[in-house]
């Protein structure tokens, strides 16, 4: 199933400076799309959403960018501080659904 | 803030044996879904439930597995007979459901990491 894929299995950046996590897509009857963050052994934490009726949301120093006619959506951190490494999982609802389509997800890490 | 908390947190069982996974979703919820993570895949959608049954399932989740909601409060998965293949992490999630602008935002618990011997 790779109707949502994350191509950069990892990202390095440096502290302070902005974040960009990639996720495309493949099916164009999906409604809704989130990110989640996730630390080892622990359960992924909901950040951020947005309905394909949109471009863009933001909340705080996060920011999800949709693309509908590439298919494509982006989260930006700005500034990326240490604690934001962890994995990111992108994921899609379909309309009409109820299961999230997951994303391989993306190591995200912070250097000082 | 409220959240979603499973127990328990690691279970260990031998091949062929029954567990049941708990789970405390979120008070007002009303959507509540199963998810697994093999180790090193994809998180993988399992069920979910609505109004005390099975909304939508995955071909996952077969006739060795089922969900109940026993209580006002607990959510369960039961799987019957476990295999080896069935060693993941387990996620427990809930979502508010249709009436808040939010209604398709999944809350996710911590895991039950299982492992079949």
């Known amino acids: 199933d790779q109707q949502v894929k994350q191509n950069s299995p990892s990202l390095s950046v440096q502290e302070g400076r902005i974040s960009i996590l990639n996720c495309d897509y493949t099916?164009?009857?999906?409604?809704?799309f989130l990110w989640y963050k996730k630390y080892p052994a622990e359960g992924p934490t909901f950040l951020i959403s947005i309905s394909s009726i949109k471009d863009k949301n933001e909340d705080g120093r996060f920011t999800v960018f949709l693309n509908k006619s590439a298919k494509h959506l982006s989260l930006h951190i700005v500034p990326s501080q240490p604690g934001d490494s962890a994995v990111y999982f992108c994921a899609a609802l379909l309309q009409g659904a109820q299961k999230l389509v997951f994303g391989q997800g993306t190591r995200l890490t912070i250097n000082p | 803030e409220p959240e979603v908390t499973q127990t328990p947190s690691h279970q260990v069982t031998q091949m062929g044996q029954e567990v049941i996974l708990r789970c405390v979703p979120i008070s007002n919820h009303l959507y509540f879904y199963w998810y697994r993570q093999i180790l090193g895949q994809k998180v993988e959608f399992l069920v979910s439930f609505y109004n005390n049954e099975i909304s939508e399932k995955s071909e996952i989740f077969d006739d060795q597995f089922s969900v109940e909601r026993p209580d006002g409060s607990n959510f369960t998965l039961k799987i019957r007979s476990t295999k080896l293949e069935d060693s993941a992490m387990y996620f427990c999630?809930?979502?508010?459901?249709?009436?808040?602008?939010?209604?398709?935002?999944?809350?996710f618990g911590p895991g039950t990491r299982l492992t079949v011997l």
């Open positions: 999630a809930s979502s508010p459901g249709l009436g808040t602008v939010t209604f398709y935002e999944q809350f």
């Open positions: 099916n164009s009857m999906f409604d809704y």
